[in-house]
C-alpha cells in the first residue's frame, strides 16, 4: 500500500506587527516602548571570568574518521551536549564558497524592499512568512528583529504560494541549504545515538522524515540596545538546532551555570544546540539551554537557525531503547504535533515547556 502524505498541519500563528528594520531606519534615538523590555527579562550577571569563555568546537572529520580506537572527538561531543547543551561545528562538508553564496542570497532577501517583503508577510492565521514569532497579545513587549520563518522539511509540507514568491535565485540556494543541513543533523544525532547507548535503528526511523522549519534573523542596528533584546530567554523546542551567523556581530549568548556567555561567530562553522526534544529523547542526559540575542548599537547581525525534528507523525518521548527500570522515563511520550502547538501558543519564556511535559 502506499504511504499516505503527510497532512499540512499549522503549527501556529502569532500577531501581526511591524518591521523594525523599517522603524531602524527612521534614525530615531529612543525606542519605543513596545521594544523596552521588563527590566532586562533575565538579571544579567557578570560574566564570570574563571569560566572558559567559548562552547567547545567539534571537528566533523575528526569526529567521523578519527581514531575509532580513541573515541576522542566523540567524548568531546558527548561531553559538550551534556555540559553545554551548545557547540560550534568546523571541518564539515559544506563548502564556503557555497556559504558565501548563501549569505549573499539571504541578506539580499532580508533587505528586500517593504513593498517586495509585504507580500512574504505573515497571515492572521498563519506564522509563517516574514514577522516576528510567539507574539500573543498586544501589549506583549516586541523583539528587536524581523524574522522570516518556513517550514522547510519535508516538501510536502511546505506552504502553498510562499515558496514559489521566494526570490528563484533564493530558492534554488535554499534547497542546497535545506539538503545540506539535514545531512549534518542526521550525522550529528547517530552520533549521539551512539554515545547515548540509543539504538541506531531507533534513531534512524525517528528522523528518515525529517521535519525540519527555518528561521532567518535580521536584528537591526538598534539605538538602546540595553533596553531592547534581539531575542529572547528560551530553549529551542526542536530536537537539534544548527545556527550560522552570517555576519561577524557578536549577539548570542547562553547561560551557562548562570551566567550569559557570548558565542564568538566562527567563519564558516555552524553553531549546534541541543533542543528540548533532544533532553526529552536522551531522558534528560542532554540538556537543552536558555540562550538569547542582544542587539548592537552600530551594526546589524544576521543569522539563520535550521531546526531538525523527528518525523512530524512521530511521538516525542524519551528513547525506547534506552528507558527500562534503571532508567524511568522522566518525561511524557506525547505526538509532536501537539508538541509543537503548544510550544508555539505561547510567549517563549525559558525552559518552562519542558516543565510541561516532565513527569513528576
Ligand atoms: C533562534 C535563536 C539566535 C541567534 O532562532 O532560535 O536562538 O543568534 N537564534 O539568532
Ligand atoms: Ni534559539
Not at 574563571?50 to 578519527?66: A, E, F, T
Not at 548563501?102 to 517586495?116: D, G, Q, S
Not at 498563519?126 to 528587536?144: A, H, I, P, R
Not at 562553522?269 to 552600530?298: C, P, Q
Request: charged content about 25%; hydrophobic content about 40%.
Amino acid at each position: 500500500m502506499e504511504k499516505e502524505a503527510p497532512k499540512r498541519v499549522n503549527l501556529g500563528k502569532s500577531i501581526i506587527v511591524p518591521s523594525v528594520q523599517e522603524l531602524a531606519k527612521e534614525s530615531i534615538t529612543n525606542i519605543p516602548s513596545r521594544y523596552e523590555i521588563e527590566n532586562g527579562d533575565q538579571p544579567d550577571r557578570p560574566i564570570n571570568p574563571s569560566l572558559p569563555l567559548s562552547i567547545p568546537v567539534i571537528d566533523l572529520q575528526r569526529l567521523l574518521h578519527g581514531d575509532f580506537k580513541n573515541h576522542e572527538e566523540l567524548d568531546k561531543l558527548h561531553l559538550a551536549c551534556k555540559e553545554w547543551g551548545f557547540f560550534q561545528v568546523v571541518n564539515h562538508e559544506v563548502s564556503a564558497s557555497f556559504l558565501e553564496t548563501f549569505k549573499i542570497e539571504v541578506t539580499n532577501f532580508l533587505k528586500l524592499p517593504m513593498e517586495e517583503k509585504k507580500k512574504l508577510w505573515q497571515e492572521e492565521d498563519n506564522q509563517e512568512g516574514f514577522g516576528q514569532l510567539f507574539v500573543v497579545s498586544e501589549d506583549q513587549k516586541l523583539e528587536w528583529c524581523d524574522m522570516f520563518f518556513l517550514i522547510t522539511l519535508p516538501p510536502e509540507l511546505r506552504k502553498p504560494g510562499l515558496y514559489n514568491k521566494l526570490p528563484q535565485n533564493l530558492r534554488v540556494t535554499l534547497e542546497s541549504y535545506i539538503a545540506a543541513i539535514k545531512d549534518l543533523a542526521q550525522t550529528l544525532l547517530n552520533q549521539m545515538a551512539k554515545a547515548l547507548g540509543i539504538d541506531e535503528g531507533e534513531m534512524t526511523e525517528l528522523f528518515n522524515e525529517m521535519h525540519q522549519t527555518m528561521r532567518m534573523n535580521y536584528y537591526p542596528p538598534c539605538p538602546e540596545p540595553n533596553k531592547a533584546i534581539g531575542l529572547r530567554p528560551h530553549s529551542d523546542a526542536t530536537t537539534l538546532a544548527i545556527l550560522h551567523q552570517l555576519n561577524d556581530t557578536v549577539g548570542l549568548e547562553i547561560k551557562k551555570d548562570g551566567n550569559w556567555v557570548p558565542v564568538m561567530p566562527l567563519e564558516n562553522a555552524f553553531v549546534v544546540n541541543i533542543g528540548d526534544a533532544l533532553e526529552i529523547l536522551s531522558n534528560g542526559v542532554y540538556r537543552s539551554i536558555e540562550h538569547k540575542a542582544t542587539v548592537n548599537r552600530m551594526k546589524e547581525r544576521i543569522s539563520v537557525g535550521t531546526f531538525n525534528s523527528p518525523n512530524i507523525d512521530s511521538e516525542i518521548g524519551p528513547a525506547k531503547s534506552i528507558i527500562g527500570p534503571l532508567n524511568p522515563p522522566l518525561f511524557r511520550t506525547q505526538p509532536l504535533t501537539q508538541y509543537y502547538m503548544e510550544f508555539f501558543a505561547s510567549k517563549l519564556n525559558g525552559k518552562s515547556h519542558l516543565e510541561v511535559i516532565r513527569l513528576q
